[in-house]
């Protein structure tokens, strides 16, 4: 993964798969630590913590929305 992640131009995983990849669980210390990995762009999903992105210079936190739950079954 951490190869295929050189050559992205953008990596979007989620909280759960970054904190694998990384072995942290503090989410602004993984983005660092993916900030390492790849020179494009990181947007880690968060869930209703919304989303954490990384432009190469600027770390923005986007707040989740509330939005009805649905039973898709």
């Known amino acids: 993964m951490a190869q295929a992640m050189e050559l992205a131009d953008i990596v979007l995983p989620g909280a759960e798969d970054a904190g694998h990849l990384t072995g942290l669980t503090d989410d602004e210390e993984t983005m660092r630590a993916m ?3 790849t020179p ?3 947007a880690m999903t968060r869930a209703e913590r ?3 992105v990384h432009d190469g210079d600027t770390l ?3 707040e989740g929305l509330r939005v ?3 039973d898709a079954t």
């Open 35 to 37: 900030r390492a990995m």
């Open 40 to 42: 494009g762009l990181i």
């Open 50 to 52: 919304g989303v954490l």
């Open 68 to 70: 009805p739950l649905l």
């Open 60 to 62: 923005t936190q986007i």
